[in-house]
């Protein structure tokens, strides 16, 4: 049985300022789901987790989709040396348009 390595998981401070501009109501759904996709493989290609062709304002390498519609978006990158996973943003989508910390991001 192949042991799959467990990665820790690191919030930038500035994702709880994307957290304010949304509903507290899904806080615990993008916890879990964040805790849930990325503790392990986060470098796992899926349906719902992406490497990004593009990148938005900021450097970022990984996009993981989640919520009603897959409207939320969490960028992150991986540090493989150190098996961790650093969440940069957490954003919402609405339409063409992506929305972090309540301010539209051009992507």
Known sequence: MVRRSKFLLIYA???KLHLKAIERKYYSLIRTTIEEELRFDP???TKNRKPLKRHVT???EWELRLGPNNRFRVFYDID??????HILAIGVKENDHLFIGGKEVKV
Do not use: N
Not at 80 to 85: G, K, L, V, Y
């Open 80 to 85: 493989m040396d150190f098996h961790r996973a």
């Open 13 to 15: 401070p500035v994702t």
């Open 43 to 45: 470098d796992v290609e």
């Open 58 to 60: 900021f450097e970022v």
